[in-house]
């Protein structure tokens, strides 16, 4: 008998995906100018395509005035608001489907987090032109068109993903991006039709939603998955951003829209719950969903055990990242009957086995890593930074 985790699973619009774990999406420091793909971007998702039975890419920055998110000197975040990218796309998405499994890109805008206009000399836009105090840079309070400019981009940047061959889309509503500043009544301060009460401040991601849909229809691009990524509450301190009585309730409007997954974006493990609550993120999400819209949670798994307790108690669908920086195989070990033999951290002896990025490489060799959070096995590897690209130091 196969395990639950090991089963494959039909997706709404009828995708199935060869088993229940996901690869979540991970920056991998390796794009050209512009947010191209380079031959490490392709090298290293080409050693992911059996980490998991769905892949999903980095987050990819739709509008020119979305990104690029990342550190002057380290190699760039990819983008995909041009037809130019098409080509890089499509080799990103042959390498992660090669054995049967099936790929999804992250589509995004960085609102406020776009550090590559401020360095170029751009206007970095975001919902409101707030004061932001861990900002080193000014934001601009876009338009109304401008906001319905992001939205066709939303759009089009799936159109791309149809024709550079990927399998589906995840929106990136989560982590403090676009769509979350939107959502969020700290950081919208709108008075006009994009902010304000809550109906209205959900009404970015809603439209954006709509029109990655819309595309999708109008493309005829059948099985084609499309899912949105939440971080279920904005708690920092006294500010709150949004609660998780409400982002269940953008939630239940999103679905409505027959999405065929919902990524919660959780930073302290895949069972956690809110603070004071006795129920888990993920059981308070489940309940807004309808039984055609699956839920994928992710969090701290680096074992077969623990993959196998988040899908058996609370969740559909388990997405694996550091883990699958430290084992490229995670997926393909557990299917193989071979889970023990997953690697639970990095050492200097695996270096060359996890296949990572230079920029990835990098940037988890050094003292701050970037910021990143953590890996097992972390302080082991900081003897192996070259520094090539320190142009940037951190004070
Ligand atoms: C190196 C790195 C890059 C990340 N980049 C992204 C990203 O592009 N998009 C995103 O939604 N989350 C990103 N995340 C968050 C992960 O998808 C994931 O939610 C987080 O690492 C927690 O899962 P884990 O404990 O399995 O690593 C990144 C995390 C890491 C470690």
Redesign the pocket.
């Known amino acids: 008998m196969t395990k639950k985790l090991t089963n494959p699973i039909k997706l709404r619009n009828g995708a199935v995906l060869n088993n229940r774990i996901v690869m979540?999406?991970?920056?991998t420091h390796s794009g050209m100018r512009n947010g191209f793909a380079s031959e490490d971007t392709v090298a290293y998702y080409a050693a992911r395509s059996q980490a998991a039975g769905m892949l999903i890419t980095?987050?990819h920055y739709v509008s020119q005035n979305g990104g690029p998110s990342y550190v002057p000197g380290y190699p760039e975040q990819l983008a995909a608001y041009s037809d130019a990218h098409i080509s890089g796309l499509t080799k990103i998405a042959r390498a992660l489907k090669k054995d049967g499994n099936k790929a999804i890109l992250?589509i995004h805008h960085g609102g406020r987090a776009a550090i590559g206009q401020a360095i170029s000399g751009q206007d970095v836009v975001a919902p409101s032109a707030l004061d932001f105090p861990f900002l080193d840079y000014p934001v601009r309070a876009l338009t109304d068109e401008e906001i319905r400019a992001i939205i066709i981009d939303f759009g089009q940047a799936t159109k791309r993903a149809i024709a550079a061959g990927f399998d589906g889309v995840e929106i990136?509503g989560?982590?403090h991006y676009l769509l979350q500043q939107f959502f969020s009544q700290w950081s919208n301060q709108r008075t006009d039709e994009w902010g304000g009460d809550l109906q209205k401040r959900m009404a970015f991601p809603l439209a954006v939603v709509k029109e990655v849909k819309r595309v999708v229809a109008e493309e005829n691009a059948a099985d084609f998955i499309v899912g949105y990524?939440i971080s279920p509450d904005e708690i920092h301190g006294d500010n709150v951003g949004y609660t998780y009585q409400e982002s269940t309730q953008l939630v239940a409007e999103i679905v409505k829209h027959d999405l065929d997954y919902i990524h919660l974006?959780l930073?302290g493990g895949y069972g956690s719950s809110p603070s004071g609550v006795d129920a888990s993120y993920a059981s308070l999400f489940k309940e807004v969903l309808d039984d055609q819209t699956k839920l994928l949670i992710?969090?701290?798994?680096f074992d077969e055990e623990s993959a196998d307790d988040a899908v058996a108690q609370y969740s559909d669908l388990i997405?694996?990242?550091?883990?699958t920086?430290v084992d490229p195989q995670f997926a393909k070990k557990i299917v193989a009957g071979n889970g023990a033999a997953i690697l639970h951290e990095v050492s200097p002896e695996t270096i060359d086995y996890v296949q990572w990025t230079p920029g990835?490489k990098e940037a988890f060799t050094r003292e701050d890593s970037l910021g990143?959070?953590p890996l097992p096995g972390g302080e082991s590897i900081r003897s192996l930074h070259t520094g090539r690209f320190d142009m940037y130091r951190k004070a």
């Open positions: 979540s999406p991970m920056q980095e987050f992250q990136h989560a982590n990524r974006s930073w992710v969090g701290g798994v997405a694996v990242g550091r883990g920086l990835l990143l959070p």
